[in-house]
């Protein structure tokens, strides 16, 4: 065996693998790019594509704000205090839960959420070929869902007309982010971000963690005003200093909210299935239950925190391959040339005139291409001026291929359609002129 | 008519690509990845149906594996929340150490099964974990009718 460096083969370059010293050297001086510069949600990269986040950050600062103002207070006003009547580890655990908060916050603004690439051209072809079995060659959108078997129980699966294609279960198309999630939970507009598979977890840390962090800052701050008022120093002054009124109005909300995730992770579920009630009793008509659940709380808990960490999908920082832009053209103009001094007399007694006449029938019968046909390699006929011409007449002329010997041959020599004398007066320019019609 | 490659680079060189086949996800067990081992049509002349299958299966167990709920696992998580979640960014997942070895695995299969029947495989990571798509070439250099392969017919004197 030889020595192969295999390196990933993209199949648009192997097309057009022979290429001149030119275009080589034109795709070199092109400055390769990273894969978050071209992506195509509505999100935005920092550090060079380490770091996304939706487009409206929504209020993260004012969260971020409200934690780092409702700490400082407590740290400035409450801390002398207390760690001269009550205990030194008073700020020691403050200090601990604020950081834990505001690591697990912005973990969870800028990780990955579980983002879902959308299909490759080829990919979406696949899907629509599939569902599209009648033939028909008009364009006709694919059915909006699928039904599969999850655990003995029927899902629908609903096709994405933004990504082109059927999402995966548990995965929602957040309108705002403009991307597909997998087991998305909800668009937190406090954190700036998705909640999905890949960043649950630090969501729920966040939210535990400043359950604690108020609930602790409440109660110290409860300790220090009674404290003050049994030795009966200035009471309005300690609350007006005091972060009272910010946790007091916060503490039920953020509380009320890690309650309801508790319940969500111990019955894997998520926000949007909950929403919806897709799993609900009520909306079930014989017995079904969420099919992803292991019907035990501490499975449901561990599998959702403590479960592998999924890799991301978007290869932010990944190189998108350099592609030619025209690469149906440079195909044939790279394989004609080797087949041309392949090809010897033999080849040229097919006369240029039948050839032209198999055009002509064939353009004036059928017209031009229909849109949806992929796999189709496009065909330019070697001069400059209207490839387009070329292109349909020829994939045209091999279907028809079979209906030409049947037609009349003085009508196809004498037809004086407009294309033939466009055509002719092509061929008229140069003799460094081939035809690759289609087999 | 099968065509004959002897290794990746000859592929590279004077293969076309005619077609792709996607092998879409299996999701009968719930969300984990797994793909379908069902043997497309496309692919009849081309490659033994256990040979495919054996490499789909493979590819399933690998990922597998990398979602295995176990005391690993666990371990990795509890760690992970102790310490905020900072330590995922000096430490490499066991999930991410089994993608490396699936790409290892889909290079050596590339190179010793498909290539030299003209297919080549790319990593569903390459594709979102949706789909594996696996594209069919062929020979340049003949002169079949096949798809995607180009002949001449008719040529005007250079």
């Keep these: 065996?030889?020595?192969?460096?295999?390196?990933?083969?993209?199949?648009?370059?192997?097309?057009?693998?022979?290429?001149?010293?030119?275009?080589?050297?034109?795709?070199?001086?092109?400055?390769?790019?990273?894969?978050?510069?071209?992506?195509?949600?509505?999100?935005?990269?920092?550090?060079?594509?380490?770091?996304?986040?939706?487009?409206?950050?929504?209020?993260?600062?004012?969260?971020?704000?409200?934690?780092?103002?409702?700490?400082?207070?407590?740290?400035?006003?409450?801390?002398?205090?207390?760690?001269?009547?009550?205990?030194?580890?008073?700020?020691?655990?403050?200090?601990?839960?604020?950081?834990?908060?505001?690591?697990?916050?912005?973990?969870?603004?800028?990780?990955?959420?579980?983002?879902?690439?959308?299909?490759?051209?080829?990919?979406?072809?696949?899907?629509?070929?599939?569902?599209?079995?009648?033939?028909?060659?008009?364009?006709?959108?694919?059915?909006?869902?699928?039904?599969?078997?999850?655990?003995?129980?029927?899902?629908?699966?609903?096709?994405?007309?933004?990504?082109?294609?059927?999402?995966?279960?548990?995965?929602?198309?957040?309108?705002?982010?403009?991307?597909?999630?997998?087991?998305?939970?909800?668009?937190?507009p406090w954190v700036g971000n998705c909640v999905g598979k890949r960043n649950y977890r630090f969501f729920y840390s966040f939210i535990i963690s400043l359950s604690f962090l108020t609930s602790f800052i409440f109660g110290c701050v409860v300790t220090h005003i009674t404290l003050r008022s049994q030795e009966g120093k200035s009471l309005i002054q300690a609350i007006q200093e005091s972060p009272l009124v910010i946790c007091f109005f916060s503490i039920w909300s953020i509380l009320g909210l890690s309650g309801f995730h508790t319940y969500l992770v111990a019955s894997n579920l998520t926000t949007n299935e909950d929403i919806k009630g897709s799993w609900s009793s009520k909306r079930c008509t014989e017995e079904s239950g969420n099919p992803y659940s292991y019907n035990n709380i501490i499975t449901n808990c561990c599998v959702t925190l403590c479960g592998p960490m999924p890799p991301s999908l978007i290869d932010r920082r990944g190189f998108v391959p350099l592609v030619e832009a025209s690469p149906a053209a440079s195909a044939t103009e790279i394989e004609l040339p080797p087949f041309l001094a392949k090809n010897d007399s033999n080849m040229c007694t097919r006369s240029t005139k039948d050839v032209l006449a198999r055009m002509v029938h064939a353009f004036d019968s059928r017209g031009l291409c229909p849109p949806g046909t992929p796999k189709t390699t496009p065909v330019g006929v070697e001069v400059s001026s209207s490839p387009s011409a070329g292109c349909p007449l020829f994939s045209r002329s091999s279907r028809k291929r079979d209906s030409l010997h049947s037609s009349n041959p003085a009508f196809r020599l004498a037809s004086p359609s407009p294309s033939l004398s466009r055509n002719t007066m092509i061929l008229g320019e140069g003799p460094d002129v081939g035809f690759i019609p289609i087999p | 008519m099968a065509t004959e490659f002897h290794n990746l680079q000859e592929l590279r060189h004077s293969a076309s690509l005619a077609n792709k086949v996607f092998i879409q996800r299996d999701y009968s067990e719930g969300t984990t990845c797994r793909f379908q081992t069902k043997f497309p049509s496309e692919l009849e002349s081309r490659i033994e149906r256990t040979l495919f299958e054996d490499t789909v299966k493979?590819?399933?167990?690998?990922?597998?594996?990398?979602?295995?709920?176990?005391?690993?696992?666990?371990?990795?998580?509890?760690?992970?929340?102790?310490?905020?979640?900072?330590?995922?960014?000096?430490?490499?997942?066991?999930?991410?150490?089994?993608?490396?070895?699936?790409?290892?695995y889909i290079q050596e299969q590339n190179e010793k099964i498909f290539a030299p029947r003209g297919l080549l495989v790319t990593d569903p990571i390459e594709r979102g974990m949706r789909v594996i798509e696996i594209s069919i070439y062929e020979d340049r250099g003949s002169s079949g009718s096949s798809s995607g392969s180009s002949s001449v017919s008719g040529s005007t004197a250079r």
């Design chain 1, 1 to 188: 065996m030889k020595n192969c460096e295999y390196q990933q083969i993209d199949p648009r370059a192997l097309s057009v693998s022979p290429m001149s010293a030119q275009n080589r050297a034109e795709m070199k001086a092109q400055r390769s790019r990273r894969k978050w510069e071209v992506f195509p949600g509505k999100n935005r990269f920092f550090c060079d594509g380490r770091i996304i986040v939706a487009r409206q950050s929504g209020v993260l600062p004012l969260t971020l704000g409200l934690i780092v103002v409702t700490c400082g207070l407590f740290f400035a006003f409450d801390c002398p205090f207390l760690v001269e009547h009550l205990t030194v580890f008073i700020p020691v655990i403050g200090g601990v839960l604020f950081l834990f908060a505001v690591i697990s916050l912005l973990r969870t603004s800028f990780t990955d959420p579980g983002i879902l690439p959308r299909a490759t051209p080829e990919e979406a072809a696949d899907i629509e070929k599939q569902i599209d079995t009648s033939g028909s060659s008009t364009y006709r959108p694919p059915p909006r869902t699928k039904e599969i078997l999850i655990n003995q129980q029927v899902v629908k699966l609903k096709y994405c007309f933004t990504c082109k294609m059927f999402r995966p279960p548990r995965t929602s198309h957040c309108s705002l982010c403009d991307n597909c999630v997998e087991r998305f939970d909800h668009h937190c």
């Design chain 2, 58 to 104: 493979t590819l399933n167990n690998y990922y597998a594996e990398a979602e295995k709920i176990g005391g690993q696992s666990y371990l990795e998580g509890c760690l992970a929340c102790t310490t905020a979640y900072l330590i995922f960014l000096c430490m490499e997942t066991r999930y991410e150490k089994v993608l490396k070895k699936i790409a290892k």
